[in-house]
T-cell receptor
Framework: DAGVIQSPRHEVTEMGQEVTLRCKLI?????LFWYRQTMMRGLELLIY????????DSGMPEDRFSAKMPNASFSTLKIQPSEPRDSAVYFC??????????????FGSGTQLSVL | AQSVTQLDSQVPVFEEAPVELRCNYS??????LFWYVQYPNQGLQLLLK??????LVKGINGFEAEFNKSQTSFHLRKPSVHISDTAEYFC????????????FGAGTRLFVKA
């Protein structure tokens, strides 16, 4: 099976532009997590979904950020408008359906976002 | 709410020397504990986890960690490191009360020198 697939791998954009990051889950996985990694704050949980429903979005920094999971295998994280302080690596991770607590996260390779 | 503190942001060590990466957590409920490793330009991979039972947990690549409830710690150790162990290491927790919300520490960069 392919792993968690994120696209694009790298994104360079100008301040004020809309940015959309994409994530395709592993088949059979039903919990999805978006994390942001920066040098200053480490790995922060932005939002997580279970069965396409947002469970906890308390980590979403502000209204400029939005995430959707339109179906069981795909999610998007949108930033509109983008700002230089949004520059970071954004990771998507998932957990298989039917797993008990304590199951590991399966991570994608991340999207390196640079907002100029 | 849970939180994780990794006490060292960087740990330089010579090849074949032992290493310990420190992790302390805070939680009002019982937790499950994890160590993940991140190699350059890659996502995180699980090294080991503690759910219950023996407090000494062995993982991949010769790493082990010990859960100490009284000290709320979960330090990672390896008796002899290799150049290939150079990576960033993250400690993480999940509350065992339900949900899969995984909280990570800030990470420790292990740099193994020849």
């Amino acid at each position: 099976d392919a792993g968690v697939i994120q696209s694009p791998r790298h994104e360079v954009t100008e301040m004020g532009q809309e940015v959309t990051l994409r994530c395709k889950l592993i088949s059979g996985h039903n919990s999805l997590f978006w994390y942001r990694q920066t040098m200053m704050r480490g790995l922060e949980l932005l939002i997580y979904f279970n069965n396409n429903v947002p469970i906890d979005d308390s980590g979403m920094p502000e209204d400029r950020f939005s995430a959707k999971m339109p179906n069981a295998s795909f999610s998007t994280l949108k930033i509109q408008p983008s700002e230089p302080r949004d520059s970071a690596v954004y990771f998507c991770a998932s957990i298989p359906a039917g797993q008990s607590l304590g199951e590991k996260l399966f991570f994608g390779s991340g999207t390196q976002l640079s907002v100029l | 709410a849970q939180s994780v503190t990794q006490l060292d942001s960087q740990v330089p060590v010579f090849e074949e020397a032992p290493v310990e990466l420190r992790c302390n957590y805070s939680s009002s409920v019982s937790v499950y504990l994890f160590w993940y490793v991140q190699y350059p330009n890659q996502g995180l991979q699980l090294l080991l986890k503690y759910l219950s039972g023996s407090t000494l947990v062995k993982g991949i690549n010769g790493f082990e960690a010990e859960f100490n409830k009284s000290q709320t710690s979960f330090h990672l150790r390896k008796p002899s490191v290799h150049i290939s162990d150079t990576a960033e290491y993250f400690c993480a927790v999940i509350a065992n009360t339900g949900g899969f919300k995984t909280i990570f520490g800030a990470g420790t960069r292990l740099f193994v020198k020849a």
